[in-house]
């Protein structure tokens, strides 16, 4: 069974760095066409993907965003991490991971999704 | 980036009836398009994928269709667990792209 569960501090305030943490069970990110993403919602509104790290550690990013977020998944390949930099109100999202897959060249879409972590930006 | 332009943005349907909802992206995805199901405080799930291919477990009342840039979503039978807002999504390039939603409510 697949499960993804994000982590948040919650709260932070502008300019601040925010960390996320996506731990993951019922696969391994170290299978060959394993993705998992990053993707927010701010409240009533839609979702925006935002980065994502495959199986052979390639790492794909939004690049509305790109300058601001880094990737990065942990040894163990049962966790991925985002790390937003500079943060403001506009970040204030709920953040969810997801995991889609590759397959002979061909992308899937987000089959499993984590419960999302609510993230608020305020001073 | 591909854009995604949903429509409408919300709908008021009967029990019973059909509804659609449209896609369209700004360039060919090759049916690499995704909708996805999301009821209040809770995770989108995958309806369809690759266009027209009913994801495990969904109701044989939602059908995907479409090609190039133009897509839809078909909910036959409208069922009250249906209400609930509906996203497409773009799969076939970096950045993947979402529409901006339909509110589906009961009328």
């Known amino acids: 069974q697949v499960t993804l569960k994000e982590s948040g501090p919650g709260m932070l305030q502008p300019s601040k760095t925010l960390s996320l943490t996506c731990s993951f069970s019922?696969?391994?990110?170290?299978?060959?066409?394993?993705?998992v993403s990053w993707i927010r919602q701010p409240s009533g509104k839609s979702l925006e993907w935002l980065a994502a790290i495959d199986w052979d550690g390639d790492k794909y990013y939004n690049p509305s965003l790109k300058s601001r977020l880094t990737v990065s998944k942990d040894t163990s390949n049962t966790q991925v991490f985002l790390k937003i930099t500079s943060v403001d109100i506009a970040d204030t999202a709920t953040y969810y991971c997801a995991r889609s897959r590759t397959y002979y060249g061909y992308n899937y879409p987000f089959a499993y999704w984590g419960q999302g972590t609510l993230v608020t930006v305020s001073s | 980036d591909i854009q995604m332009t949903q429509s409408p943005a919300s709908l008021s349907a009967s029990l019973g009836e059909t509804v659609t909802i449209e896609c369209r992206a700004s360039?060919?995805?090759?049916?690499?398009l995704a909708w996805y199901q999301q009821k209040p405080g809770k995770s989108p799930q995958l309806l369809i994928y690759n266009a027209n291919s009913l994801h495990t477990g969904v109701p044989s009342r939602f059908s995907g269709s479409g090609s190039g840039t133009q897509y839809s979503l078909k909910i036959n039978s409208l069922q009250s667990e249906d209400v609930a807002s509906y996203f497409c999504?773009?799969?076939?390039?970096?950045?993947?792209?979402f529409g901006g939603g339909t509110k589906l409510e009961l009328k």
């Open positions: 360039e060919d995805i090759y049916n690499g």
């Open positions: 999504q773009q799969y076939y390039d970096y950045p993947w792209t």
């Open positions: 019922g696969f391994s990110l170290s299978t060959s066409g394993m993705v």
